[in-house]
């Protein structure tokens, strides 16, 4: 799971300021009874832009996707054929809750529910996730959201070959410097 800290003695409970929105953050962050694992330090780097620029784009911006993003999609090796994975971001899901919470959710079918995971991982999900929460990952392809107002997170695959290499979750904070420059953590 994730743990949060607030200094404000007057902030609102966290389970009231997520509200329905755990449900997604479930899917993302609550797949096993044991938690998950943080493989890496953070890295930190600055940029010169506005940090709601970054938040918004996590949550409800898939549009960027096959412009901004094309580079690095046309090297990686090609684990979903693209009229399947253009089709799941046409008919993807954009989901804003209360408090401006946000996810964009991009699935399809595959032959075996939780393709993209590996084998050993899949008895879990059965046992922590709702069955409308299986649903939406056994076909996740890609998903990104944002805690409003400045914690995002994207779940992506891990380039191979074959389906069932893995997927990573990467969280990013978007900490404001300034106006016009914030830092990535």
Not at 64 to 77: K, N, R
Not at 96 to 103: I, L, N, R, Y
Request: charged letters at 20%.
């Amino acid at each position: 799971g994730l743990i949060f800290a607030c200094l404000d003695p007057a902030a609102a409970e966290l389970g009231d300021y997520l509200g329905d929105f755990r449900w997604y953050l479930d899917i993302f962050f609550s797949r096993t009874l044991g938690g998950m694992q943080v493989m890496a330090p953070p890295q930190r780097s600055r940029v010169r832009t506005n940090w709601k620029t970054a938040a918004v784009n996590f949550g409800v911006d898939n549009q960027h996707v096959f412009t901004t993003h094309i580079g690095p999609f046309t090297v990686q090796p090609v684990t979903i054929p693209w009229p399947q994975r253009l089709k799941a971001m046409e008919e993807g899901v954009q989901v804003v809750a209360e408090d401006s919470h946000c996810v964009s959710l991009g699935f399809t079918e595959f032959e075996t529910p939780f393709e993209l995971y590996p084998e050993e991982m899949r008895p879990h999900y059965h046992k922590v996730l709702s069955p409308d929460q299986q649903k939406i990952m056994s076909g996740l392809i890609s998903g990104a959201g944002t805690l409003f107002p400045n914690l995002s997170f994207l779940e992506r695959m891990i380039p191979s070959e074959k389906h069932g290499a893995g997927k990573t979750v990467i969280l990013r904070l978007w900490q404001p410097i300034s106006a016009d420059e914030m830092e990535i953590i």
